[in-house]
């Protein structure tokens, strides 16, 4: 697989990553120690795209994972 089909699939992961809810509304379901639709879609966006990763690097040896992670902003979920 070449760079253009990996920045293609990260693209896809980062499009695809679930709409955070309004902060506050978030925290009160947290506190309360509720699990939201959104905590539930974000875990599975998680596993999906750790799994996309692995794929990846098994197609080309000089794969750099943590440069993927950041092309998809795992970091905004």
Not at 17 to 45: I, L, M
Request: aromatic share 10%; proline share 3%; hydrophobic share 45%.
């Amino acid at each position: 697989m070449t760079r253009q089909h990996f920045e293609a699939m990260a693209k896809a992961l980062r499009d695809s990553r679930p709409e955070a809810p309004d902060r506050d509304a978030q925290a009160k379901a947290h506190a309360t120690g509720a699990v939201t639709r959104y905590d539930e879609c974000a875990a599975q966006w998680r596993a999906t795209a750790l799994l996309v990763r692995d794929a990846c690097a098994g197609f080309n040896a000089n794969f750099d994972r943590s440069r993927f992670i950041d092309a998809i902003e795992w970091d905004k979920v």
